[in-house]
């Protein structure tokens, strides 16, 4: 069983900064992808960032130059450094992995006031 769990969500102004956290329960080498999805209300889950094994990182149209996934294999843990925050960014964040199956975290709240 595999356990993601998320922090570093919060209330910010537009032009702020945060860093989210995903702290996975078993080494990261073991998942074929981990990345980071969003959910705004009344909207579908949106893929935001994500990088795979073989080194490939996907970053949605609408985050990219703000937004940067990075690692930590010796914490097995996953990041997203989120700069320039727009309302728009407002979402519910999820953290997930690949492994055959999809992992997911339990979500972390990140409200940009404008």
């Known amino acids: 069983q595999v356990q993601l769990v998320e922090s570093g969500g919060g209330l910010v102004q537009a032009g702020g900064s945060l860093r989210l956290s995903c702290a996975a329960s078993r080494s990261i080498f073991s998942f074929n992808a981990m990345g980071w999805y969003r959910q705004a209300p009344g909207k579908q889950r949106q893929l935001v960032a994500r990088?795979?094994?073989?080194?490939?990182?996907y970053y949605a149209d609408s985050v990219k130059g703000r937004f940067t996934i990075a690692r930590d294999n010796a914490k097995n843990t996953v990041y997203l450094q989120m700069n320039s925050l727009k309302p728009e960014d407002t979402a519910a964040y999820y953290c997930?992995?690949?492994?055959?199956?999809?992992?997911w975290g339990q979500g972390t709240q990140v409200t940009v006031s404008s």
């Open positions: 997930y992995a690949e492994a055959g199956l999809n992992y």
């Open positions: 990088f795979t094994s073989g080194g490939t990182i």
